[in-house]
Each structure stands twice: as C-alpha cells, then as structure tokens.
C-alpha cells in the first residue's frame, strides 16, 4: 500500500510514497487568514453550500483571474467546462492565505474532484518575496492532497502581468519556477502557459488582458486550449 503520511516531527509530508515538500517557514503567504469583506464571506459560503450537492469532477482555485471565468470567460467555461461537473474557487483580490483558509473551511469537504486546477499568488508579490509566494502555492498543494486524495493537482506558473517585463513579473515567474518543483508526474502536474499569452519580445498586449492581468474573452479562450490536452489526460477522458 502506498504511504502518505504528514511527518510533522521533521516538517515532512509523504505523499504516495514521496516527500511533497520540505516545511516552511511561517510567514504571511503561508498563515491562512479570511478577509472581511461580505462580498468575499458571501462568495466563500456560496462555495461550501455548492460542495455540499457533490457531483464535482474538476474544480479551478484561485484569485480574479479564476473568478473571471464566471464574466469575461462565461462563454469558455460553458464551451470546456459545465459539461466536466467544474466548479470555480476563484475570488478577487485573494492571496495564498485566503485560499489556504477557505480550504480549511468547507470549499472542498465532501467533494472528490478527479482535478483541481491552481492558479494563485499574483496577489502577493507586492509584499512576499518569490521563495514566500513558492512557500503559498506548496502549502495549498500540501492542503488538497490531503484533503483531496484521489484529487490530480495541475499547478499553473503565475500569468504574466504589466505591459512589459517588469520585476513584479520576474518574481512571479521566480516563484513559479521553484513551485514547479512539486510535479511528480502522477497526482501533481506542472504548466506554464504564460508564453501563449506574450508577444515575442515579451509585450502583454491589451486584446490578451486590457489591464495588463486580466484576461479578454480570447485570453481565456487561450488559456482553456493550452491546458486542454493535459486536462484530458488528468481527467481520463479520450484523446
């Protein structure tokens, strides 16, 4: 039988027969706190009574990036997504911690997706540093493999956001890059699909994401095509 253990002695987590991640250390991205706000209390609760009914085969997490499939990605997510059972976590505005905390409050209990989708940390490079985001994105890994099992996990490299290369988006991209680490090819996946979204020389333009992080209609459209083979692959569907 395969192990999966939390070794909290060492600060170890054993994940069907391999180390997750080392612990980190404590620090903001990583102290799961709720925010104050009725609109996000309202959103999170929506989100445990809608686990409550089941039938959820793949759920997305994440910030406004994720939220936005509900408006700017509707027609999307209604083209790749209703039909697969998909549930959206996203709320604006939200960092690691947030979502660490609606985890740990009912927005995945009693569901067993076949995949989660994760998209976060944008939100925090203004205040943590990259190994900090990185140390966001494994402990909210560490939370849905424990609470999720039979859950397959595709983390997503942090989008690229400003017009052009800027040292906001070379900290999400230095984070990204360390959280890739976690893949292991068989429950965790790794995608950066930040490319499709750039010029050649790096240029975000307007048509992709009109404020320099958001995306268009095309920008999600883009999105849902990137991840599609993988996403087939991790839900068993046909190829």
């Not at 939390?6 to 994940?15: C, D, E, S, T």
């Not at 250390?25 to 996000?40: D, L």
């Not at 709320?91 to 569901?111: A, E, M, S």
Request: glycine share 10%.
């Amino acid at each position: 039988m395969k192990r999966r253990t939390v070794l909290a002695g060492i600060g170890l987590l054993v994940v069907s027969g391999g180390v997750l991640a080392d612990a980190v250390g404590k620090h903001s991205a990583v102290t799961p706190v709720p925010r104050e706000q009725q609109r996000w209390v309202q959103r999170h609760e929506s989100f445990n009574a809608r686990a409550k009914q089941g039938n959820v085969d793949l759920i997305f997490i994440g910030d406004s990036i994720t939220h936005g499939w509900e408006n700017t990605g509707k027609e999307v997510w209604e083209k790749y997504y209703r039909r697969r059972k998909a549930m959206n976590l996203g709320i604006g505005g939200d960092r690691t911690q947030h979502v660490l905390w609606r985890l740990d409050h009912g927005n995945i209990d009693g569901i067993s997706p076949k995949a989660a989708v994760l998209m976060i940390g944008t939100n925090n490079s203004g205040d943590n540093t990259a190994e900090e985001i990185a140390d966001g994105i494994t402990t909210i890994v560490r939370e849905l493999r424990t609470k999720l099992p039979r859950t397959k996990v595709l983390v997503l490299g942090i989008f690229p956001r400003g017009e052009k290369p800027c040292p906001q988006r070379a900290k999400n991209a230095k984070a990204s890059k360390i959280a890739s680490k976690l893949a292991d090819g068989k429950m965790i996946h790794y995608m950066d699909i930040g490319v499709h979204f750039l010029k050649p020389d790096g240029t975000l333009t307007k048509d992709i994401m009109p404020d320099y992080l958001h995306p268009t209609q095309r920008g999600y459209e883009m999105w849902a095509i990137a991840i599609e083979g993988k996403l087939r692959e991790l839900l068993g569907e046909e190829p």
